[in-house]
């Protein structure tokens, strides 16, 4: 399993290629008004008042295009995703993922109780259990990787984190993009791990780095 990460991120960036020329002529100003039926959820800039929906702002153009084709198509189960993202052309895709990507992601706090276990995991894995260390695709800001399927992860929501760790854990999310990898890992993942990791996740930014090195 050591390896999965690095060959689904080397097949991903083979298949970048289509996604990153329809985000090429992406207009922001056309996703704002687009968006206007995300708000909702997710929020007027991108964060949701919601701790079980995501914050969309900042998290990278290519993912959320990406991510919209799997709720189109299915590959991704959400039944309120699907009606959302059903009616949406290509076009509409890539403006409203170029729109998300350019506004400012919140920053969020996390629980110290949990922020040790949380970094040691992200920044080491678990090696017993061969859990890679989430900061090689991820960064070691949560930042992601543009273009690899890997995203943003700091400042997320942590309900939305745990869910999402959960549906991986289980199986439910799983077989698109990088599902697969991610399911694997989350299956070696205990609910005490899971909470820590997305405590830690939600109050990642590049300012608490030193306190990691």
């Known amino acids: 399993?050591?390896?999965?990460?690095?060959?689904?991120?080397?097949?991903?960036?083979?298949?970048?290629?289509?996604?990153?020329?329809?985000?090429?002529?992406?207009?922001?100003?056309?996703?704002?008004?687009?968006?206007?039926?995300?708000?909702?959820?997710?929020?007027?800039?991108?964060n949701s008042s919601n701790d079980e929906w995501p914050n969309l702002a900042g998290q990278h153009a290519d993912y959320i295009y990406e991510q919209l084709t799997f709720y189109k198509s299915g590959e991704r189960n959400n039944a309120l995703m699907l009606g959302q993202a059903a009616g949406?052309?290509?076009?509409?895709?890539?403006?409203?993922?170029?729109?998300?990507?350019?506004?400012?992601?919140?920053?969020?706090?996390?629980?110290?109780?949990?922020?040790?276990?949380?970094?040691?995991?992200?920044?080491g894995g678990i090696t017993e259990r061969g859990v890679p260390a989430c900061v090689a695709c991820h960064g070691p800001g949560g930042s992601g990787i543009p273009g690899s399927g890997y995203p943003r992860l700091s400042g997320q929501k942590v309900t939305y984190t745990m869910d999402q760790l959960m549906l991986y854990r289980s199986g439910e999310r799983a077989g698109y993009g990088q599902a697969s990898v991610m399911a694997e890992i989350a299956a070696e993942l205990s609910d005490e791990e899971i909470q820590a990791l997305a405590s830690y996740l939600r109050g990642l930014y590049p300012r608490d780095l030193a306190g990691a090195e």
Do not use: S, W
């Open 88 to 123: 949406l052309d290509e076009q509409t895709m890539a403006d409203l993922a170029v729109y998300y990507a350019g506004l400012e992601p919140e920053v969020g706090e996390a629980n110290e109780e949990l922020v040790e276990l949380g970094r040691n995991i992200y920044m």
């Open 1 to 46: 399993m050591t390896f999965k990460p690095l060959i689904a991120l080397i097949a991903l960036l083979l298949t970048a290629g289509p996604v990153a020329a329809q985000l090429e002529n992406a207009d922001p100003t056309r996703g704002e008004q687009a968006a206007a039926t995300c708000i909702a959820c997710h929020g007027p800039v991108g």
